[in-house]
């Protein structure tokens, strides 16, 4: 599930952004076009209820596009094609609907605004894609697989008592309240300041710190592969090499993350590699 939608707080934080677009967009048309202050109003909630429907839609091509597996030269293709397909979609069907609601004699006087408009619009498309892109953990295409040096390093010792440590844990979603066992846990990844909770039957979003995971999860059974993920061990089914001294894991349920050179030596430890 889209994450700016698994709670309420994001959700209205997401929405009052397009809301707040809209009103700026209102105020500059009124200075550049000489047309009624509510089709200004309408024109203004039209193309920002576009822009965030459409928001949504590339967070999933972010996610599940896998762009860095491609070459330079096919990820700025791809880039400039979806660039140029959100922005036509979003231009072509916010006119539509003024010109159907008002008629083709107003939507004359928006046409001079087109330019400034796609501009706009070409600027907030690269800043949505930009935060969906630092946001989202990137999913990697395995190459070969490799025997991986040996290497020798002392495991850190955690601090937290067996009895503190986490057996379950409950999640609040609207009414309900769900409760996650430890067990079926594949990954925990870092989502601002919340924790996304991955489990073969979906993902729960946790108002909690990495930190606080990274010393309650068993460590024997957890590691922090990287600065955002902690990984299930006994989720993980193979090792990979990725980009020189990076890896890559697949998981269980054919979930890859790419691991940091000090979360993949961890691993190692956790795995008695």
């Not at 039209?46 to 491609?70: R, Y």
């Not at 408009?117 to 953990?137: H, K, M, P, Q, T």
């Amino acid at each position: 599930m889209q994450p700016l939608l698994t709670n309420t707080t994001k959700t209205l934080q997401y929405f009052l952004l397009w809301m707040v677009y809209g009103i700026i967009q209102v105020l500059a048309l009124s200075l550049l076009t000489a047309i009624p202050d509510w089709v200004l109003w309408l024109d203004g909630f039209v193309h920002a209820a576009l822009f965030s429907g459409i928001g949504l839609v590339l967070w999933n091509v972010v996610k599940f596009g896998n762009f860095d597996a491609l070459t330079l030269y096919q990820r700025l293709v791809n880039q400039i094609a979806m660039a140029v397909l959100s922005l036509g979609l979003w231009l072509g069907a916010g006119y539509g609907i003024i010109y159907l609601i008002v008629g083709e004699e107003i939507v004359t006087k928006l046409i001079p605004v087109l330019p400034m408009r796609g501009l706009i619009g070409l600027l907030i498309y690269l800043i949505i894609l930009l935060y969906f892109r630092n946001s989202v953990l990137s999913v990697k295409q395995p190459e070969e697989q490799i025997e991986i040096p040996f290497i020798i390093e002392e495991k850190p010792i955690k601090k937290t008592p067996e009895s503190e440590l986490l057996e379950r844990i409950a999640v609040k979603s609207g009414t309900k309240i769900h409760v996650v066992l430890i067990p079926d846990i594949l990954y925990l990844q870092a989502d601002g300041d919340y924790v996304q909770i991955f489990t073969r039957d979906g993902k729960y979003l946790k108002e909690q710190t990495m930190k606080y995971f990274d010393e309650h999860l068993p460590e024997n059974q957890f590691v922090r592969v990287h600065r955002s993920v902690i990984v299930n061990v006994e989720m993980i089914s193979r090792i990979e090499l990725y980009e020189k001294q990076n890896q890559l894991l697949t998981l269980k349920n054919g979930q890859q993350i790419k691991t940091s050179p000090a979360g993949y030596k961890a691993l190692r430890m956790a795995l008695n590699l």
